[in-house]
């Protein structure tokens, strides 16, 4: 599935989208709503080549993206970290950094062939499935390191905020899906009118993996079910068995 992130206003939306895999809801760990996880990453260090992907199928180092756009990599890694942060801050799932991008569940590079704006891959296991859940098995996010990129908003259109993509695309990667086109984090639509979760990037996040268990946290109900914030949009075209491409680009819709 993949949908595009367009200039220009709508109303805004207080709702939210699950990602579905051939009519399947996604999630990482237990396919069960409202079980928290633990989920590892890295950033890509050398050329990756991913069979199965479509967007990010050939991926490189954040090197190039970064020398480009004039961002050092300790405020790539600053960027990183607080894009992840947003969802352990709402949802109980934990991520956690290794080095070896072999071993990483969610793997973060520039794309090889640079096209769009920024997309995640979403693989997921065939064989758990709990009330319409498959568990998520691997998740590529890449960027486009041609675009301009910065930490903030510029009140440029076509220089990106490096903490949103990240997060909007870390969403995709955790099982949720574009619920509209303005209003809210995960929306298509690029918007330079907030950094931070939304009412309905919370709910989604919280509906599939429960409320953050970090401390200083207040701890909310426990969902016993996720109740989708609007109609289920099935990936069409752009998904597979095996895979489902979400893009935040600006001004393409596939």
Known sequence: MCAGLSAGGAAA??????????????????????????VTFALVSRPVHSDDARNCRDMQSMDALRRASGIDAAALDAALRAAFDLWEGVADIRFRRVEMPAKAD?????????????????????????????SIRRALVCLNPEKRWMDGFD????????????????GHAIGLDHPGPSGELMSFRYE???????????????????PSRRP??????????????SAARVATGCASAERSATALSAGERC
Do not use: C, M, N
């Open 216 to 229: 200083g946290i207040a701890a909310g109900p426990r969902p016993a079910a996720v109740v989708e914030g």
């Open 155 to 170: 009140g440029d259109p076509k220089t990106y905020d490096l903490r949103y993509a990240i997060a909007h695309e870390i």
């Open 106 to 134: 969610i793997l973060i590079g520039a794309q090889s062939v640079p096209r769009g704006v920024a997309f995640a891959d979403v693989a997921y296991h065939r064989t758990s499935d709990e009330a319409g859940f498959r």
């Open 13 to 38: 939306s207080s709702q939210y989208e699950l990602l579905r895999l051939d009519g399947h809801q996604v999630k990482w760990g237990t396919p069960a709503a409202g079980t928290g996880s633990t």
């Open 192 to 210: 330079e009118r907030f950094r931070e979760l939304q009412a309905g990037d919370v709910a989604g996040a919280v509906g599939l993996y429960g």
